[in-house]
């Protein structure tokens, strides 16, 4: 008696057949793998928010607060619990051997000029780079995305190798 293909070649079925197991297989192995432990990079940095959020929400019980004295006084009283508690994450991630990660921090540490975020007047700043280079860069900037390293300013007209030499120290490139 002949069996029913349902419009299918044996090939056909065969393929399907093997692509269903090769399936089966893969989620097997997957299933097995032995995981992987965690990467302990950020725990450090969390600890140092737990801590630096614990000071925050602890009232200061040194001075008692007056109707009088009560806004000012609460404000200036969280601003430095802030910036205790900043400093304490700074210390936390120095010992660490890591960077703090506000952008504010990275702006604090360094003065050099981000071509990925520069406005037009902060390229005039540089020297050698006038407002017709600034706004090339800007148009580049624009036109391909952002820069991946400070090599890639030579892609811009009017841009050499001595010139990019010149305000190396001068930028940096940031994600």
Do not use: C
Request: charged share 30%; proline share 6%; no cysteine.
């Amino acid at each position: 008696m002949k069996q029913p293909s349902y419009g299918l070649s044996n090939k056909m079925l065969l393929t399907a057949a093997i692509s269903i197991a090769a399936a089966f297989l893969l989620l097997a192995a997957a299933l097995l793998e032995p995981k992987r432990p965690s990467a302990e990079e950020w725990v450090p940095l969390n600890r140092a928010v737990e801590t630096a959020l614990e000071a925050l929400a602890e009232p200061d019980e040194s001075e008692p607060e007056t109707e009088a004295s009560g806004g000012s006084a609460q404000a200036g009283e969280t601003g430095e619990k802030v910036q205790e508690a900043a400093s304490e994450i700074k210390t936390e991630a120095a010992a660490e051997g890591s960077e703090p990660v506000s952008a504010a921090a990275m702006e604090e540490q360094d003065s050099r000029l981000d071509i990925n975020r520069a406005t037009a007047a902060e390229f005039d700043t540089l020297k050698g780079i006038g407002p017709a280079k600034a706004e090339a860069i800007i148009a580049d900037r624009e036109l391909n995305g952002k820069f991946a390293s400070p090599e890639d300013l030579l892609r811009v007209k009017g841009i050499g190798e001595k010139l990019l030499s010149g305000i190396r120290e001068s930028i940096v490139v940031r994600p």
